[in-house]
C-alpha cells in the first residue's frame, strides 16, 4: 500500500513536469555587448534600449521560445569589448548583438568569429570589418550607405568646393576618404584636414579652413564632442559657407536638448525625423513598446538597434525550430535573411554586409530634425543656405 | 598674415589656459617633488561642478567657483594626506598612488555624471569677441586674464608672503627649513589648498568654452605634466611661457601643417627643450617656490 502510494506520487510528479516542461518556453540567451559608460555612452544606451525593445516585441509574440538577453558593458574599450564577448560565451549565449563604434566591433567580432557566435551590429561602419573573411559578421548598415547620403546632399545642394575635417579614427577616416573621392569624381574641390580625436581647440584649423579653403560647406566626419567644438570654433570665425554637414550622432534629439543654438541649421544623418513620425505599422509598434518601456521617444540609433536585433532574433528562430541553434544554425540564417524592416529590406552580402543600406540626411530646424534628403523621405524643406550663425 | 596673426593669437589664448592647468601641478611639483597624476581630474571635477551649478540652477557657470573651490580643495587635501603617509620612495610611490586616485576620481565622475559629453550653454562666454582682426570666444579671453592674474598673485605670494617664503624654503631644504622653525607638513598642505584652488579655477574655464567628459582628466594630467618639465621644476613664469610655447607650437602645426600632428608637435616640443635644457626653460635658477 505504502508503495503504491509513493509509486503514484512519483509518477504524478513526473507527469507534472512534463506538462510544466511542454508548456514553458525555451530560452535563447543572446549577448549584448554595449558601450554603457565611456565616450559612447550616449549612443550604446540607445543602441541597448532598442535591442530590449525588439526582445520585449519578440517575446510577446512567441509562446515556445523566450529571448533572453545578457548584457554587458564594454567602456567604449576594445580590449573590453572581446572581454565582453569573451565572458557572453562562457555563460553560453548563441549569439552576440550590440556594438559601437569600428574600433570596439572590429576586436570584439573577431574574438566572436573565433568562437563560433555570430554578431551582428549597426554601429561599426569601417568598411575593413566586412573584409576579413569572418562569416559570423553582419552588419545592417555601412560607410557607402552614410557616403551616399551626405555626398546626395551636398550635389543636391550644388556646391562647388567643400572642406572635409576629419578625426583620425578609422572609421570616419575612411568615410572621409570615401566622400572625398565621390566628391572629386562629381567635379567639386575638396580640401581634406584630418584632426585627432581628442583635439579640444579648432579655432586654428577653422581659420585655415576659413581663409585658405573658402568652401562652399564643411562636412565633419567624427563624433559629438568634435561636432560641438567644430560649430564653436565656426560660430565664432563665421566661415562664410552655406551648410555645416555631418555624420551619425549629430542630428539627435539629445543634441537639440543639449546645444540648441549650437546646432540650429546643421545637417547629419538621420533615418527618422523629429518629432518621431513612423509611416508603416510596423514601426509605429516599436515607438509604441519603446516608449511604453523607456518613457522617451525613440531616435535612430534606437531604431536601428531594434532592426538588427529583430533580424538577429528571426535567425534564431529559424535556426532553433531547425535544430541547428548549438551548430552554427544562427550565422547559417543570418546569412539566408531576406527581411523587409523600418529601414528597408535587409540582404546581406557573402561578406556580412547589408546591399540594401540607404541613409536619409536630416537638418536641425529649431527643436525639430527634418529629413530633407532624398526627395522620396523628406519630410519638409530644406532651410539653405543655413548655419548656426 | 591674417592666417599667421590669428593662429598665433588663438596659441597664445590656449597657452593661457595649458598654463592655469600646470600651474597647481608645478606648484606641488617644486614644494614636494611629487608628481601628483591626480591633477588633471580635479581639474575636471571642478568642470563638472560647474556643469551641475548651470544645468541645475540655470546660472552661469561662474557662479560654479566658490563650490568648486571648496570641493576641489577638499579632494586636494585629502590627496596630501594620503601622499604624506607615504614613508619611503615618495617620488615613486606617490606617482603609483596619485594614478590610483585619478583613476578612482575619474570612476567617481563616471557614477555620478554619466559619460555623456557637456559643455557650458552660457550664451556670454560662448559669443564671438572681436579684437581687432583677430577672433575669440569671449570665455577664453577672460579666463586668459584671470590665469595671467593668478600667476601674478601666485608669484607675489610666493616671494613676498612668510606661507610663500615657508614652501620655497621646504622646496629647497625640507631638513633646514624645519630647523629654521617652519612646519613642512603644514607647508606642503598649503600647497595643495594652493594647487586645489588653481585647478577649481581651471576646471570652471574649461567648462566655460570647452568640452567635457569622464575620460579627460588624464589628457589634463599629460599637459599639465609636459608644461611643468618645460618650465622647469618649480618656475611659475616658465609654467606661463612653457604654456605658450606649447599653445603656439600647436596652433601653428594645425595651420602649416596638420590639425593630426598637433600633439606630436607638443610632445617633439617637450623632448627638444629637454634635450637642450635638460633642467627645463626656466631651470632652478629663476625658481620661485
Known amino acids: 500500500m505504502k508503495c503504491s502510494i509513493l509509486r503514484n506520487a512519483f509518477l504524478a510528479a513526473v507527469a507534472c513536469c512534463m506538462a510544466v516542461g511542454t508548456a514553458q518556453a525555451k530560452d535563447i540567451l543572446i549577448g549584448v555587448d554595449v558601450p554603457m559608460t565611456g565616450s559612447l555612452a550616449r549612443v550604446g544606451t540607445g543602441t541597448a534600449q532598442g535591442i530590449e525593445t525588439a526582445a520585449a516585441v519578440f517575446n510577446a509574440k512567441h509562446d515556445d521560445y523566450t529571448i533572453k538577453l545578457i548584457q554587458i558593458d564594454d567602456e567604449s574599450q576594445p580590449a573590453k569589448a572581446v572581454a565582453a564577448v569573451e565572458k557572453l560565451a562562457s555563460e553560453g549565449v548563441v549569439a552576440i548583438t550590440g556594438g559601437y563604434g569600428s574600433n570596439n566591433v572590429g576586436p570584439a567580432s573577431a574574438a566572436a568569429n573565433e568562437l563560433g557566435l555570430p554578431y551582428i551590429t549597426s554601429g561599426a561602419i569601417d568598411s575593413s570589418l566586412t573584409q576579413r573573411g569572418f562569416n559570423t559578421f553582419f552588419r545592417i548598415n555601412n560607410a557607402q550607405g552614410y557616403r551616399k547620403a551626405v555626398v546626395g546632399l551636398l550635389e543636391t545642394m550644388q556646391v562647388k568646393k567643400v572642406s572635409i575635417l576629419y578625426s583620425t579614427k578609422e572609421a570616419t577616416t575612411h568615410l572621409a576618404q570615401g566622400a572625398e573621392k565621390a566628391l572629386s569624381e562629381k567635379g567639386v574641390t575638396v580640401s581634406m584636414h584630418a584632426f585627432s580625436p581628442g583635439m579640444t581647440s579648432f579655432t586654428s584649423l577653422m581659420n585655415k579652413v576659413r581663409l585658405r579653403d573658402r568652401p562652399d560647406a564643411i562636412l565633419m566626419s567624427g563624433y559629438e564632442n568634435d561636432y560641438i567644438g567644430i560649430l564653436r570654433a565656426a560660430r565664432i570665425l563665421k566661415p562664410d559657407v552655406k551648410a555645416m554637414v555631418g555624420l551619425w550622432s549629430l542630428a539627435t534629439p539629445r543634441m537639440i536638448e543639449d546645444f540648441p543654438k549650437l546646432m540650429q541649421n546643421v545637417y547629419g544623418t538621420a533615418s527618422l525625423p523629429y518629432p518621431v513620425n513612423f509611416k508603416t505599422e510596423a514601426g509605429r509598434a516599436f515607438a509604441k513598446q519603446y516608449q511604453a518601456l523607456f518613457h522617451i521617444t525613440p531616435d535612430y540609433v534606437a531604431e536601428y538597434a531594434f532592426v538588427q536585433a529583430r533580424v538577429l532574433f528571426a535567425a534564431v528562430l529559424r535556426a532553433a525550430e531547425a535544430g541547428t541553434l548549438e551548430t552554427g544554425g544562427v550565422a547559417k540564417e543570418l546569412a539566408k535573411t531576406d527581411m523587409q524592416t523600418m529601414i528597408g529590406r535587409i540582404r546581406f552580402d557573402a561578406k556580412g554586409d547589408n546591399v540594401n543600406f540607404s541613409n536619409n540626411m536630416g537638418q536641425i530646424q529649431g527643436d525639430k530634425i527634418v529629413i530633407v534628403w532624398p526627395d522620396n523621405q523628406a519630410s519638409g524643406e530644406m532651410v539653405f543656405p543655413g548655419v548656426p550663425w | ?289
Open chain 2, 1 to 289: 598674415m591674417d592666417l599667421i596673426l590669428q593662429s598665433l593669437f588663438s596659441g597664445v589664448l590656449q597657452g593661457g589656459s595649458y598654463a592655469l592647468i600646470g600651474l597647481g601641478l608645478a606648484l606641488v611639483f617644486g614644494t614636494m617633488k611629487v608628481i601628483n597624476l591626480a591633477h588633471g581630474e580635479l581639474v575636471l571635477l571642478a568642470a563638472y561642478v560647474a556643469y551641475t551649478v548651470e544645468s541645475q540652477l540655470h546660472i552661469s557657470p561662474l557662479w560654479a567657483i566658490p563650490f568648486a573651490l571648496v570641493l576641489v580643495c577638499a579632494c586636494s587635501v585629502t590627496v596630501y594626506f594620503l601622499v604624506a603617509r607615504i614613508k619611503t620612495d615618495r617620488e615613486l610611490n606617490s606617482l603609483i598612488l596619485t594614478y590610483g586616485l585619478g583613476v578612482i576620481l575619474t570612476n567617481a565622475i563616471l557614477l555620478t555624471w554619466s559619460a555623456d559629453v557637456h559643455s557650458s550653454t552660457a550664451g556670454w562666454l560662448q559669443s564671438a569677441l572681436m579684437v581687432g582682426p583677430l577672433f575669440s570666444m569671449r570665455g577664453k579671453v577672460l579666463f586668459f586674464g584671470v590665469a595671467i592674474v593668478l600667476m601674478a598673485v601666485l608669484w607675489w605670494w610666493l616671494a613676498r608672503s612668510w606661507y610663500g617664503r615657508a614652501v620655497r624654503a621646504v622646496s629647497s631644504n625640507r631638513a633646514a627649513a624645519k630647523i629654521m622653525g617652519i612646519n613642512p607638513r603644514t607647508t606642503e598642505l598649503v600647497s595643495f589648498i594652493v594647487a586645489g584652488i588653481l585647478a577649481a579655477f581651471a576646471g570652471v574655464a574649461i567648462y566655460s568654452y570647452g568640452v567635457i567628459e569622464p575620460s579627460a582628466g588624464h589628457v589634463l594630467t599629460i599637459k599639465a605634466f609636459i608644461i611643468t618639465v618645460l618650465a622647469g621644476i618649480g618656475s611659475i613664469p616658465g609654467v606661463l611661457i612653457g604654456g605658450f610655447l606649447l599653445g603656439i607650437t600647436e596652433s601653428l602645426t594645425v595651420t602649416y601643417a596638420s590639425s593630426a600632428l598637433q600633439e606630436l608637435a607638443g610632445m617633439v616640443l617637450f623632448l627638444a627643450v629637454l634635450f637642450v635644457m635638460p633642467n627645463g626653460l626656466f631651470g632652478s635658477r629663476a625658481r620661485r617656490g
